[in-house]
C-alpha cells in the first residue's frame, strides 16, 4: 500500500461524469501541493490540474470549465470532479504530491498512486 490511493475511475458515456478520489495514508503531512495527471495509451503523462493548501489551483486548457479539483479541510484528500467527459479524456489518472510550486510538470512531484483508469465511450 502507497502513501496515495485513487479510486472512482469508471467507463461512461460522452457527456457523462465522474469522480476520482485520492487518499493519503500519510494524513499528518499535510501535503502543500497535490496534484492530478493522467496519461492515455502512447502519449506522454500529462498534468490535469493542482490545488494547494490555500485553495489555490491550476488547471491545464483541457480541463478547464469540465473539472474541479478540491481538498479536504484536513488536506489529506484530493478529489476531481470531471463532467462532459470526452473520448479524449480517457486515459489512466494519476495522483500525485510533494510538489513545492503546485505547477502540473510531474517532475516536481515526489509521491504517486498507482492510477485509476477513466474510459469515455462516443
Known amino acids: 500500500q502507497g502513501l496515495l490511493a485513487e479510486s472512482g475511475g469508471g467507463s461512461v458515456q460522452a457527456g457523462g461524469s465522474l469522480r476520482l478520489s485520492c487518499v493519503t495514508s500519510a494524513a499528518s503531512v499535510g501535503w502543500r501541493c497535490m496534484a492530478w495527471f493522467r496519461q492515455a495509451p502512447g502519449k506522454e503523462r500529462e498534468g490535469v490540474a493542482s490545488m494547494d493548501n490555500a485553495g489555490r489551483q491550476v488547471y491545464a486548457d483541457s480541463a478547464k470549465g469540465r473539472f474541479t479539483v478540491s481538498r479536504d479541510s484536513a488536506n489529506s484528500a484530493l478529489y476531481l470532479e470531471m463532467n462532459n467527459l470526452k473520448p479524449e479524456d480517457t486515459a489512466m489518472y494519476y495522483c500525485?504530491?510533494?510538489?513545492?510550486?503546485?505547477?502540473?510538470?510531474?517532475?516536481?512531484?515526489?509521491?504517486w498512486g498507482q492510477g485509476t483508469q477513466v474510459t469515455v465511450s462516443s
Open positions: 500525485a504530491a510533494g510538489s513545492t510550486w503546485c505547477s502540473l510538470l510531474q517532475s516536481e512531484y515526489s509521491y
